[in-house]
């Protein structure tokens, strides 16, 4: 059937974003539809990773997405009193960016925004909701309306509804998901529900070096913390108590109180840009994938904002869908593909939401005496470490025994090459898609067949031997420090910038061959023939 759509993209934040741009890049019919009628165009995530701005500079415009953000330093956690219990380091280098960020959220929107609109593919309406979807075999159908938040019946029915199809449907449409809703979906919760007020500013003057970094107080009498949010903001957050009156606590005049009392800062320091409670909740869908309908984002995890990953999660959801979508789309991978979008997202997310909520749990004793027992805890250093970052462990990588095989599921290196007279991150000079990276030529172990597979499928093929085809200079040396430090001379890296596997120049074709299977692609079958 022909439909009007690829994909419709429910929802247009930072996930929907992602999703729309990276399918519009890769030339794909993108149908997006978002109910609130402009960007949000305030912060809501102040922090980024640098994998997250090497998403966003797939998606986007990265420098004018981080024209006012800087490098996080540290995460301080104080008790009380003000004493550091603990300073988490911040600072490196990850995915050729900075490790950490703090940053204005809507600088990332715009960036992403103004890239999906230069697509011809991508249509984007903003005031309009989804209001029902029906599946069949080969697509769905997805009713669309006008959406006001002024008229008193906002979704009151008429000749403004419009029906549209599209091959796939994603909902990237927030914690109160629509799409999820109309599925059916229930979700289980981790049994987070606090709330906090979220007080934002723009500083009118600088505050002082103590507002640049990231400071966790954990006073039982009232838990609160504030943030860089860039160089020029700053965001401050007051728990909400029982017996506290959150109706009062949003008004102007208590987050003056608070700003003044805790802080010592007025209107002569900075300037509100708003105020506003949220209310924290940890909870997972009990599928993300229903048909030809998918979730992403808030749709289908939300977690506590201690580990800053929330929106990080949902980005990293978008970027996965879409080259697993556009391969299907393609007829390179079989429909089967987007199976392993949960199997490997959501035991991803599961590791960040739970670390999310202990260290709440923790930052948020309300009982003194249990306060004071974890704050002589971290004094004598008797501080549980936080596990490893998670990795990508099932679905496209490589795998031997059904265990990923070595640096399989890791973050693969990215750093700044040359092409011809020009010299930038691999990524601006080499485009998005697989990457193939070896210490020497691919094509003096790779057959006929799979340099065609790789072409087939888009694959940037590089190496770091000077003089070869495909060579490029590793001008910082990010690729030969990659090799060396994990004892392989080559990897296949995944379009989300997670390695598929990783080996010997011997080993490459039959990584190509694994690679082939995992998406069933129509040579899958026998790629591997007489070398180059």
Known sequence: MSTDFDVVVVGYGPTGQVLASMLGRAGHRVGVF????ALYGLPRLTHIDGETARVIAAAGDVGYALRDASP??????????GDLLIALDWTGAASGYAAHYTMYQPDIEDSIDQRARTYAGVEINQGTGVVALAQFDDHVAVTVRP???????QWSAGMSDRTVTARYVVGADGANSVVRTALGIDRSDLGVDDMWLNIDTECLRDLGPAFKVTQQFCDPLQPNMFMPIGNTRQRFEVAVRDGDDPAEMETEEFAWRWLRERHGLGPEDVRILRHVIYRFSARTADKWRDGRVLLAGD???TMPPYMGQGACSGMRDGITLAWKLDLVLTGKADDSLLDTYEAERRPHV???QHCAVELGRVANLKDPQAAAARDDAFRRGEVPPLPPFPTITAGVIATADRVPSG????LGPHGVVTRGDDRALFDDLFGWGFTVMAADDPATVLSAQQLDFLASIGARVATIASGTTNSTDDVDGAYARFFADNEVQAYIERPDFHLFGAGSMADLPGLVDQLA?????????QLQGSAQ
């Open 72 to 81: 996080a330093a540290a995460y301080e956690w104080r008790n009380g009193s």
């Open 34 to 37: 978002e109910r609130w009628p």
């Open 350 to 352: 599961d590791v960040i």
């Open 299 to 301: 749709a289908a995890h």
């Open 517 to 525: 299977s995992a998406f069933g692609a129509r040579e899958s079958h």
């Open 407 to 410: 640096v399989a599921g890791r």
């Open 147 to 153: 959406w006001s938040r002024d008229r008193d019946d």
